[in-house]
């Protein structure tokens, strides 16, 4: 099977409900977050310096509080490219075929939770909205992230996650500190161009 079968095949099993925990049947689409998760949006993308390593920079809503996930070269690129308004390519890349396969399938990704952090490894689940159900399903961070973005779905970070590994923003690494762009200044008077 080439691999992109095999990646519907196992979503498909996943959403049938092999290897995925469903949760209350019946909960309507969107359903406010659960108790102890925190809304945040994707702010940055970059490189940390300490470990040289692509990294993802989560804040909250009242920006006080920021979480970064060291994330693949790979999953750098899935992520930047809806936070960049790419245009899309020609074939669909992993994420987009993925997000295809479940919008056919019936599927709606409602939200992804970064659910918790042990061992120094990020995890979380996407929740999938499917007829009456609403499945959880296992995933790595960057593609659930990934998959969010591209589904304009929320990005929750369980409280616990975020006050084990939370920052504040004066505590994110210089490189990854949002840097303010200098006045522009306007066109000098003395100079004519011909």
Same mark, same amino acid.
């Given at each position: 099977? +080439?691999r992109?079968l095999?990646?519907?095949?196992l979503?498909?099993?996943?959403?049938?409900?092999?290897?995925?925990?469903r949760?209350?049947?019946?909960?309507?689409?969107?359903?406010p977050?659960?108790?102890?998760?925190v809304?945040?949006?994707?702010? +940055?993308?970059g490189?940390?310096?300490a470990?040289?390593?692509?990294v993802?920079?989560?804040?909250?809503?009242?920006?006080?509080?920021?979480?970064?996930i060291?994330?693949?070269?790979?999953?750098?690129v899935?992520?930047?490219r809806?936070?960049h308004?790419?245009?899309?390519?020609?074939r669909?890349? +992993?994420?987009?075929?993925?997000?295809?396969?479940?919008?056919r399938?019936?599927?709606?990704?409602?939200?992804?939770?970064?659910?918790r952090?042990?061992?120094? +490894?990020?995890?979380?689940?996407?929740?999938?909205?499917?007829g009456r159900?609403?499945?959880?399903?296992?995933a790595?961070?960057?593609?659930?992230?990934?998959?969010?973005?591209r589904?304009?779905?929320?990005?929750l970070v369980?409280?616990?996650?975020?006050?084990?590994?939370g920052?504040?923003?004066?505590?994110?690494?210089d490189a990854?500190?949002?840097?303010k762009?200098?006045?522009?200044?306007?066109?000098?008077k003395?100079?004519?161009?011909?």
């Amino acid at each position: 099977m +080439t691999r992109r079968l095999v990646c519907c095949a196992l979503l498909a099993s996943m959403l049938a409900g092999a290897g995925a925990r469903r949760l209350g049947a019946g909960q309507p689409p969107g359903k406010p977050a659960p108790p102890g998760a925190v809304p945040m949006v994707v702010r +940055t993308l970059g490189i940390d310096p300490a470990a040289g390593a692509p990294v993802v920079v989560l804040e909250t809503a009242g920006k006080d509080r920021c979480l970064l996930i060291i994330i693949g070269h790979a999953e750098a690129v899935a992520i930047a490219r809806p936070l960049h308004d790419a245009a899309p390519l020609p074939r669909p890349m +992993t994420h987009d075929l993925l997000g295809s396969v479940l919008k056919r399938l019936g599927g709606t990704l409602t939200r992804i939770v970064i659910t918790r952090l042990a061992d120094n +490894t990020f995890y979380a689940e996407l929740v999938v909205q499917q007829g009456r159900a609403l499945v959880r399903i296992d995933a790595r961070p960057s593609d659930a992230m990934a998959l969010a973005l591209r589904a304009k779905a929320p990005i929750l970070v369980a409280r616990e996650v975020l006050d084990k590994a939370g920052l504040e923003p004066g505590q994110l690494p210089d490189a990854l500190k949002p840097r303010k762009k200098p006045p522009s200044k306007p066109p000098s008077k003395d100079k004519h161009v011909i």
